[in-house]
């Protein structure tokens, strides 16, 4: 309890860091290491974790996270378009502003629980969507979305330096983030989030989430007021998101309110629940599947399905190409919400328990149950 | 000042009527089933589709060539004959007008059978599992819903034409000793409206008034104490969930003249729906029926110049602007019983 990490813990975060910094290398064979893909698996792994604090700690299931995400990517421009192109300022004013943004929000939908919960986010979502789209366009830019001009005030990057002659683009310091550089600045922060979520799941403000989640009358009754810690999980969760916000749009200098969509929101949720609610690696993890198939899946073709298929005779090549191109290219949506269905009736805690339920069939140790009992339960102070 | 009143009044019925007619089935889904279906809206989605797909079947055409007459281009010129006026003859050119209505016919059963099979090969493994749970597999088939159509019918809006006698407005101000041509209403809304107030009549008279519907009500008050008796009260809880999908679809059918539909329309009304619900009271089928009306009516109240130059936007978020009110200050919602979902 004293030590800083366990060993445990260090071995995790290690081996995490590894595998993120590798993954140029690693995602090679999958044909998914370009900067761009690998970029978006950071931003989106920060944006579930983030939502997981929430859900997979207290288990109260927020319908309308993409709102803090598009806040985020709308802060982190408009300080890219005042202050200055270098991404720091920015990432921080997004962060301050989602979660006063979350703050807000959080206060008013924490009131109550459930259903009522997810709809009352839900609720909030929509109402930034809507008005993004309609009365705040001066701030928004409508259905155009928001991007850097040459003639933008940026006052601090005038202070110090001669009016640029062209089109602006984020960097840190005079680094270009593009390319490589964007991908490793996203993964400090992947790190960063991971390394917060750690901590926060073995301290006793996780612990007191936990104890939420499980049984919140009965948190209550022992005389704790639970509200506070909700809202918390809630203003930290939401940061999250703003972050990851600010990342898509360092990366990809267009906010468009199509971000904060209910789609989006259940976008997360379906990282968070396909990776496995309430694990650290979990969310992460779904993330990338789900990045990993928008982008490869979404691209194929009726030519690469029947070079794929070519080992099949003529009549039932066809048939094969046109019932699986139904689930790819376009279709891919559809494969998405399949596997989602599957995994909510057979496997609830997605891909995380899988692997566990797998490895407890490989140890022998396991059998008698005790070694697993203390694996699946929440891990409690060492 | 009267007018124009009572014109918003009447513009927010079709949208309300709408929004009544989904959570109407929605409360039944929870009231029954105890299960929180976001499916719904994709049920109403499908429904719209019956309607187009029954189109699709009534002008299909043959295609000859014609090798005597030939096109502008020099081809032989294409004889388009629809299939149905071929039969039919005048009677199938009457069926082709009135494809919108009479597609009721094909959605009944087709939405009776989805409903069904839906809930016995899905949402009956869901009963015991947390809300959550249920909220996360029923969006996650409303996806597949949404994508199969988008697959089958495209991913743009199919406009469906009203048939041509019911094209016009009515003179509501004249029917209620005004002024005549001050305040019109066109048709098909009206029609929209009536129907709607029929199938709600219609349910909660089968509710009320049969000896099926009285044993689903007394399952929707203790469901164990029914079970006990001997009834059967699953089967029959099924069949309620066959019966809100059939609301939905001809819903969903009635509304094609009105919005042209697409795969996203499903969601589209399905969110602003469970607004609808909860602000109802959970539960409730008068709170859900009255909710759907109240906040049509309320939408389109906000959609009016004046409102917005004092507010702006607010027709953008007046229903959720309400939600979140009522969740505050009445989570139960209006009409729905104490201690129902509160917390």
Redesign the interface.
Same mark, same amino acid.
């Given at each position: 309890m004293t030590t800083f990490m366990s060993r445990r813990d260090l071995i995790l975060f290690f081996g995490f860091a590894a595998v993120v910094l590798l993954l140029p290398i690693l995602a090679q064979p999958f044909g998914a290491a370009y900067p761009d893909l690998l970029q978006r698996f950071m931003i989106f792994g920060i944006f579930a974790i983030g939502f997981n604090i929430l859900f997979g700690l207290t288990?109260y299931?927020s319908f309308g996270h993409a709102a803090f995400f598009g806040v985020g990517s709308y802060a982190a421009m408009w300080s890219f378009k005042l202050l200055s192109t270098n991404a720091l300022p920015a990432i921080i004013f997004a962060v301050v502003i989602a979660g006063v943004f979350a703050l807000a929000i959080g206060f008013?939908s924490l009131?109550?629980?459930?259903?009522?919960f997810?709809?009352?986010t839900?609720?909030?979502a929509?109402?930034s969507y809507?008005?993004a789209?309609?009365?705040?366009t001066p701030i928004t830019n409508g259905e155009t979305g928001l991007r850097m001009a040459i003639a933008d005030p940026r006052v601090l990057d005038r202070l110090f330096f001669e009016a640029p002659v062209a089109q602006p683009v984020p960097s840190l310091f005079g680094f270009s983030l593009s390319g490589w550089n964007g991908f490793f600045f996203s993964a400090i922060f992947l790190l960063a989030t991971f390394f917060l979520a750690m901590r926060i799941t073995n301290s006793p403000f996780g612990m007191m989430l936990k104890g939420i989640k499980s049984n919140q009358n009965r948190m209550n009754y022992t005389g704790f007021n639970t509200r506070p810690y909700t809202l918390t999980a809630f203003v930290i969760s939401g940061m999250l998101a703003g972050l990851a916000g600010a990342l898509l749009v360092v990366t990809d200098p267009l906010a468009g309110a199509e971000r904060m969509r209910?789609?989006a929101s259940?976008e997360v949720?379906?990282m968070t629940?396909l990776g496995g609610v309430g694990t650290l690696v979990g969310p992460v993890l779904g993330a990338w599947i789900i990045k990993y198939f928008e982008n490869i899946f979404s691209s194929f073709n009726d030519n690469i399905l029947s070079a794929f298929f070519s080992f099949l005779p003529e009549g039932a090549r066809e048939i094969a190409v046109t019932v699986s191109s139904?689930f790819v290219g376009?279709?891919w949506?559809?494969t998405?919400?399949?596997v989602?269905?599957l995994i909510?009736?057979f496997l609830?805690g997605g891909i995380m328990e899988g692997v566990r339920r797998i490895a407890a069939r490989f140890s022998k140790a396991d059998r008698d149950g005790t070694a697993r009992e203390r694996r699946l339960a929440p891990k409690a102070a060492e | 000042m009267f007018e124009v009143i009572f014109l918003q009044l009447l513009n927010g019925l079709d949208k309300g009527s709408a929004y009544a007619l989904i959570a109407l089935g929605l409360t039944l889904v929870f009231g029954t089933l105890g299960v929180?279906n976001f499916a719904h809206g994709a049920l109403f989605m499908l429904g719209a589709f019956c309607a187009v797909a029954f189109r699709r079947l009534l002008t299909l055409e043959t295609v000859t060539l014609d090798p005597t007459r030939l096109s502008p281009w020099g081809q032989p010129l294409e004889v388009r004959a629809p299939v149905v006026q071929a039969w039919f003859g005048d009677f199938g050119a009457v069926l082709v007008n009135y494809s919108v209505p009479i597609s009721l016919l094909l959605a009944i059963p087709v939405m009776l059978i989805i409903g069904v099979a839906m809930e016995r090969g899905?949402i009956k493994?869901f009963y015991k599992?947390p809300?959550?749970?249920q909220?996360? #597999?029923t969006?996650?088939?409303?996806? &597949?819903l949404?994508?199969?159509v988008?697959?089958t019918f495209g991913?743009n809006p199919i406009p469906q034409p009203m048939p041509t006698d019911l094209r016009g407005a009515a003179d509501i101000g004249a029917f209620f000793g005004m002024q005549a041509n001050v305040i019109t209403y066109p048709l098909w809304r009206l029609i929209y409206f009536v129907f709607s107030l029929l199938i709600i009549g219609a349910v909660f008279a089968f509710l009320q008034f049969t000896t099926f519907g009285m044993v689903v009500r007394a399952g929707m008050a203790d469901r164990e104490t029914v079970g006990l008796l001997g009834i059967d009260i699953d089967r029959r809880f099924t069949i309620m969930f066959g019966i809100a999908a059939v609301v939905a679809g001809m819903a969903g059918v009635m509304y094609t003249p009105l919005l042209p539909p697409n795969y996203t329309l499903g969601?589209d009304f399905l #969110?602003i729906s469970?607004?609808v619900v &909860?602000v109802g009271g959970?539960g409730s089928l008068p709170g859900a029926v009255a909710a759907g009306f109240l906040l049509g009516i309320l939408q389109s109240f906000a959609s009016m110049t004046q409102v917005k130059a004092i507010v702006?936007?607010i027709d953008?978020?007046i229903i959720?602007?309400v939600?979140?009110v009522i969740?505050?200050l009445r989570?139960r919602g209006l009409l729905g019983r104490r201690g129902m979902?509160e917390?």
């Open positions: 288990g299931l008013v009131r109550r629980s459930g259903i009522y997810s709809i009352l839900l609720a909030f929509q109402m809507n008005l789209y309609s009365v705040l209910w789609t259940g949720v379906l629940i139904k376009d279709g949506h559809l998405l919400g399949l989602f269905v909510v009736v609830p | 929180v899905l493994h599992r809300h959550a749970e909220i996360l #597999v969006f996650g088939l409303a996806i &597949v949404a994508e199969i988008k697959a991913p969601m #969110v469970f607004v &909860v959970m702006p936007g953008q978020i959720y602007l939600a979140v969740l505050l989570p979902m917390a």
